[in-house]
């Protein structure tokens, strides 16, 4: 069982505010300003862009947001220079957490993700201390109401997927990079709207946690996941999906 997808199903469903939609905005329009400054302007050639942009639809974002963003990351509109940064670390009961940032100033935001993961039992660490137990993975969370197992590994595994995994109220489906936009474009083909889906660090093996540790490290992801530089939080925790749906309402 996946502590990140039931973390990523349960999120969704709270991420229906305006503050959370106009922080969906601003880490989407930065995602856009990256992938088109490494990768081009061009989706067609550029994955990376194709699934932002498609992640920007999703959020209803206004298509001359995301040409602004697209203008910025070529360089035909002048704008914030930003730096894509990873850091490591430590949550409650020794999860290990990989922090993706979009910053313009590393210095503040190094500090301001210290005193974050201090303050809610975590610590940061050097590179490469907990990368080791993750992979870059597809990840696809689609909610169990939208489809049976079957009807999943019919249509999964023939676009290419890895592993379909049986996570609650969630299937979560991991494939390899390249075989990302395949799987989640069959689904959707199917009529299956994913209720997230990225590529991202997906663990290998998950920590275990309850009580007090379990609070405390989904505090963590949310004050890290509010901070307007952090594009993503990925943590190998797994927490029983009762205990983390009683901790979120009572936030």
Avoid: C
Wanted: charge should be negative.
């Amino acid at each position: 069982m996946s502590g990140h997808s039931k973390w990523a199903t349960i999120k969704h469903k709270k991420a229906a505010t305006d503050a959370k939609r106009g922080r969906a905005f601003t880490k989407v329009i930065r995602e856009i300003t990256i992938a088109a400054r490494v990768g081009g302007g061009d989706p067609d050639s550029n994955p990376r862009l194709r699934t932002a942009i498609l992640a920007a639809k999703n959020e209803n974002m206004p298509n001359d947001n995301i040409e602004r963003a697209l203008a910025r990351g070529t360089g035909t509109l002048e704008g914030e220079q930003y730096e894509e940064v990873t850091f490591e670390g430590y949550g409650p009961g020794g999860v290990g957490m990989i922090i993706e940032v979009v910053t313009t100033n590393r210095n503040r935001v190094v500090s301001e993700i210290r005193h974050m993961m201090n303050k809610n039992g975590g610590n940061m660490a050097e590179n490469g201390a907990v990368g080791w137990m993750f992979r870059r993975k597809g990840d696809i969370v689609v909610s169990k109401e939208k489809a049976d197992e079957d009807k999943m590994l019919s249509i999964v595994l023939d676009a290419g997927a890895e592993d379909l995994r049986d996570d609650g109220e969630a299937w979560e489906v991991l494939t390899s990079p390249e075989s990302f936009e395949a799987v989640r474009d069959a689904l959707v083909k199917a009529g299956i709207t994913p209720e997230s889906a990225e590529v991202g660090w997906v663990a290998e093996n998950y920590v275990k946690l309850a009580g007090t540790q379990a609070a405390q490290m989904l505090r963590l992801m949310e004050a890290l996941e509010e901070h307007d530089d952090i594009q993503k939080v990925s943590a190998n925790f797994d927490i029983d999906e009762k205990e983390m749906q009683a901790a979120m309402s009572a936030q």
